[in-house]
């Protein structure tokens, strides 16, 4: 299976402030990548796909980048309504997907 | 309006089954790539399987190493909805399980739609 990490498993920010979240996908992944929002007592929500594609109706203080085994999501000015989990995903070549363990995000 | 929606769940003893249900409605399901995931108590997200149409791939369907053998994903096109039938259940397998649908763009799968879910809990 291939294997992520997500660095770091949790920040606090303030309002406004420019949030960070990076990545690493092992080498025999699929090079794709997609990142997801989940708020407490929610279900996740795609926000980007394809590593730096913004899913329709999402702000466009999310993005994403990179390419590879290494990827970046960020936050450009963080808002209240923010505070979430964001977890990465892949596939791999043999159609099995996998989640990043996740980056909880708080306000300071 | 398009939605999935899970049903099912419940709490049954370790080495018993269940079968989920997860219930399209605002699209045609047989046309997509179909997936569950499920989410333990204060965990991360856990992929556990998906389901292919035939015409994308003949073997279609493909599981997390954690529940092969065990579980069994299929498709009710007539009924738009996705089952997952678990067997030999575990503690381990306390969860709450969210079906989605996978929008493939090019080689890149997405899950774009969520269910609220259906939470499962083993225990004697």
């Known amino acids: 299976d291939i294997q992520m990490t997500q660095s770091p498993s949790s920040l606090s920010a303030s309002v406004g402030e420019r949030v960070t979240i990076t990545c690493q996908a092992s080498?025999?992944?699929?090079?794709?990548l997609n990142w997801y929002q989940q708020k407490p007592g929610k279900a996740p929500k795609l926000l980007i796909y394809d590593a730096s594609n913004l899913e329709t109706g999402v702000p466009s203080r999310f993005s994403g980048s990179g390419s590879g085994t290494d990827f970046t999501f960020t936050i450009s000015s963080l808002q209240p309504e923010d505070i979430a989990t964001y977890y990465c995903?892949?596939?791999?070549?043999?159609?099995?997907?996998?989640f990043g363990p996740g980056t909880k995000v708080d306000l300071k | 309006q398009v939605q999935l929606v899970e049903s099912g769940g419940g709490v049954v003893q370790p080495g018993m089954s269940l079968r989920l249900s997860c219930a399209a409605s605002g699209f045609n399901s047989s046309i997509y790539a179909m997936h569950w995931v499920r989410q333990a108590p204060g965990e991360g997200l856990e992929w556990v399987a998906v389901?292919?149409?035939?015409?994308?791939?003949?073997?279609?369907?493909y599981y997390a190493d954690s529940v092969k053998g065990r579980f069994t994903i299929s498709r009710d096109n007539s009924r738009n909805t996705l089952y997952l039938q678990m067997n030999s259940l575990r503690a381990e397998d306390t969860a709450l399980y969210y079906c989605?649908?996978?929008?493939?763009?090019?080689?890149?799968?997405?899950?774009?739609?969520w269910g609220q879910g259906t939470m499962v809990t083993v225990s004697s």
């Open positions: 995903q892949q596939h791999d070549n043999f159609l099995r997907f996998t």
């Open positions: 989605a649908r996978d929008r493939r763009v090019g080689d890149n799968d997405a899950f774009d739609i």
């Open positions: 389901i292919y149409t035939i015409s994308y791939d003949v073997n279609n369907k």
């Open positions: 080498p025999d992944s699929s090079s794709y």
